[in-house]
């Protein structure tokens, strides 16, 4: 009896082993995810602040109260929580521009707290307003579908944030890295390798990884093959 259950629990812990695996696999491609988010509130913010155009003063009123809030949470759940729910009460009310970046706002906060399907969904409503912020939105989205083993729309997304940045010598191949991580999970190491020579090549500038050293781990691998 004992002896029919060690397979079992052979296979149990096996499956365990493969789903953590995979959950670091996939961290691992969104690895940015944090600092691109980072950097779309500290834009957002910059922007409702120095050059927004008016529209609805009470709208304006809301969305700044849920501002203030995020501002000063200072990590704390709760008033996390309290921002993301004045957010969303924002962008559900109407079309205004407040009202656009509410979801916007809604959605970072929800990547954050994990809700990839709620976050994606305020993505899909969001408008389009200005180069940086639309690129950092559809790499949002992206992570979104990497978390949730959606790899072509992951890629779909890259490619867009890619195209929006591309006079941009950090952004761009920063969103390309992420295109490049899911071929390398997914052993596609000559695609990965093409994206990773093309980033040395068109971007020379970009510092935040050391190209070379994952141009030569894609070699090796693709002679491993």
Do not use: W
């Not at 690895?31 to 950097?39: P, Q």
């Not at 779309?40 to 849920?66: D, K, M």
């Not at 890259?158 to 052993?187: G, R, T």
């Amino acid at each position: 009896m004992e002896n029919s259950k060690k397979p079992n629990n052979q296979v149990n812990e096996q499956a365990e082993q493969a789903a953590a695996l995979k959950k670091e696999q996939m961290i691992k491609i969104a690895k940015f995810g944090t600092i691109a988010v980072i950097g779309i509130i500290a834009i957002v913010l910059i922007y409702i602040y120095a050059f927004r155009n008016p529209a609805i003063e009470s709208t304006n009123e809301a969305i700044a109260q849920a501002d203030v809030l995020l501002i000063k949470s200072n990590g704390d759940s709760t008033a996390i929580a309290n921002a993301l729910t004045q957010y969303e009460k924002v962008a559900n009310d109407g079309s205004t521009p407040a009202a656009n970046r509410a979801k916007l706002m809604s959605a970072i906060i929800l990547y954050k707290n994990g809700e990839y399907a709620k976050c994606i969904e305020y993505l899909d409503d969001y408008s389009t307003t200005g180069a940086i912020i639309d690129a950092g939105a559809y790499s949002l989205k992206g992570d979104c579908y990497v978390n949730t083993n959606n790899f072509d729309d992951a890629i779909d997304c890259y490619e867009k944030a890619v195209s929006i940045s591309d006079e941009n010598q950090q952004l761009a191949p920063f969103f390309m890295a992420k295109i490049a991580e899911i071929y390398h999970e997914q052993k596609e190491y000559a695609k990965e390798l093409d994206i990773y020579e093309e980033i040395k090549t068109e971007y020379p500038q970009y510092s935040t990884l050391d190209v070379d050293k994952y141009i030569e781990r894609a070699k090796s691998l693709i002679e491993k093959k």
